[in-house]
């Protein structure tokens, strides 16, 4: 009886356990991004992202507008493309050591950006400057990290 317990439950554990030392479930990694059609950079970024694991779905839309103030992109956080990650707004050249710091540690807000076009950032040509990131959400915008 002890044995056939043992046989049962132990599969159980280890996927416990599994779960507890991945804090980023596989659903994090599929990312929805909205962009103009002509936009390169946004493209870039996008392409990073696959890059580093994620899944990236590319929607092409004419009213990128529309799409920011839907997601409850504060103006002064805009940037030339906007993303869901993980239940997550995500705006903007973010760098995936950010979104990795979003996912695990789950803030309460509603999003992080990138404002701007950082040069050198993610998707970015030229030269490396330094990239902002802010949280944005009902508490206001708050620096988050520095890349």
Not at 39 to 54: F, K, M, R, S, V
Not at 120 to 138: D, L, Q, R, W, Y
């Amino acid at each position: 009886m002890e044995n056939r317990f043992m046989k049962l439950m132990l599969p159980l554990v280890l996927a416990a356990m599994a779960g507890l030392a991945s804090p980023v479930v596989a659903g994090d990694k599929d990312v929805t991004v909205w962009k103009s059609p002509t936009c390169g950079c946004c493209t870039g970024w996008a392409e990073y992202l696959q890059h580093n694991g994620y899944s990236v779905r590319q929607i092409d839309v004419d009213d990128l507008d529309a799409v920011k103030k839907a997601h409850g992109v504060p103006a002064a956080m805009e940037s030339c493309h906007t993303a869901r990650i993980g239940g997550y707004v995500v705006e903007g050249h973010v760098p995936v050591e950010a979104i990795d710091k979003l996912l695990k540690e789950r803030p309460k807000v509603r999003g992080i950006a990138s404002p701007g076009m950082p040069m050198g950032s993610p998707g970015m040509s030229g030269p490396k400057e330094e990239n902002v990131i802010h949280t944005f959400g009902a508490d206001g915008t708050r620096v988050y990290g520095r890349y």
